[in-house]
């Protein structure tokens, strides 16, 4: 812990480290990991370097190839297209004899698959290399932890392909500005509303499902994932106390939230359909809406922003990322305070956040998931990855496969998941052939005080300056507890 001084009125007070060190956890802490020179350009005002970075225009973006959600959709549509008119010509090949209608050994289908998926990987390894070179790491990291707390996972291609104008267009736009607007711009993103299944929500008593049943006997009905992922992890959590009764009633209010299909629907766009939507007043956590259509939907969002339930539970997963797996209580609280004093303006909370002396508690309690790992490493010698595939197998390896958290509860955020033995051990083969490639042009010793500051220990140190080798050295130095948490 952080030196406790006593004030006049017997009241223990955190007390902030030395300049140096607060340099270093500027850096490896609430950043991504340290360039070269990075913790000096921090050390003469850390949390104004901080502070400074905060942006109420939003997160930078990754120079991918800008296509957005919409665009990514009809590609997909045009892909369901090939692969229908594919099936139909093999089909009607199978029935004809192999001297008049000859199989062609182009494959179009796989050829529009290997596009789509390039585009995945494309968003991806931009999104890294904004990670390893931006000199703002903190923004950077905020918008990293609302895209997880907002997770859209690549559980099928159609997902797959909006998780990158997902981010561009819901998550870092929004990232510093008032909870609410971030709720709702990721609650209807098209992505969300894919991955979730929303769009196949259709109320009971719509006129759309009366519609579905005299044409063809159809049954439609609710899909209540997104209701409950909104509240059990994106609002008020799973502790406040809803029921089932109040995820049913949100679904309700949500019917309509859909996807545009042509050009005159707003194809690939958020719409409404009216004719989907559940009729009736809902009562949702005790609270009754009573108007109609979009703005029933809308307005249980603005409320669940507002609800001081959200503050708490969303402060808490702030505190946890960056600061502790089990933070402090006061932390919490300061940070919860902030969130409702200004209605949830997250710009206001980051810096609640470094204005915290227990965020600067020196002691490196947060382990590196996988992509905070490597992205640190490549950072430390002031490079990127020139190809995805100098990226994602060591991440498939170590449990974090791009764009592809496990379920809606988005990546884990805790020592226990990531430092397990088998993964130290392929952390260790990954950073010993990392070393192979580039340590024959770093001095190992200026590298350790680059990377850690005043986080260096003398035992790393040094391990560094003592090995036969500057290979030996820089793996020791990445592979270093030091390094690896922060």
Known sequence: MGNVATSRKGERRLSLPSKDMMAAIAVTRFGLGARPGEIETARADPRGFLVDQIRHDGADLPRDSGETSAQRLAQIRDYEQLRKMERDRKDGQAGATAANAPLDKADPLKDARRVLRDKVGDDFLARARLGTNTPAAFRERWALFWANHFTVSATEQITAVQIGPFEREAIRPNAFGGFESLLIAASTHPA?????????????????????????????????????????????????????????????????????????????????????????????????????????????????????????????????????????????????????ETGGDLARVAKALIESPEAWDPTPAKFKTPYEYTLSTWRLIGAEPSALDRLAPILVGLGQKPFSPPSPKGWPDDAQTWAAPDALIKRMQWAQGFAAVVADRTDPNDLAVQALGARLTPAVAKAVSRAETRKEAFALLVMSPEFQRR
């Open 192 to 340: 969300m509303l894919t991955y979730l299944d929303q769009a196949q929500s259709i109320g009971p008593n719509s006129q759309a499902a009366a519609a579905a049943a005299r044409r063809n006997g159809r049954k439609v009905g609710l899909n209540e994932n997104l209701a409950r992922e909104i509240l059990e992890l994106h609002t008020v959590g799973v502790d406040a106390g809803y029921r089932q009764a109040d995820v049913t009633e949100f679904a309700r209010a949500l019917t309509g939230f859909s996807i545009g299909r042509d050009a005159e629907d707003r194809a690939g766009q958020f719409v409404f359909r009216e004719n989907a939507h559940e009729p009736g007043g809902r009562t949702i956590l005790g609270r009754h809406y009573g108007r109609q259509g979009m703005e029933q939907g809308l307005s249980v969002l603005r409320d669940l922003a507002a609800d001081p339930r959200t503050a708490r539970h969303v402060c808490g997963k702030i505190a946890r990322h960056f600061v502790s797996d089990t933070p402090s209580p006061i932390l919490t609280a300061r940070l919860e305070k902030r969130w409702i």
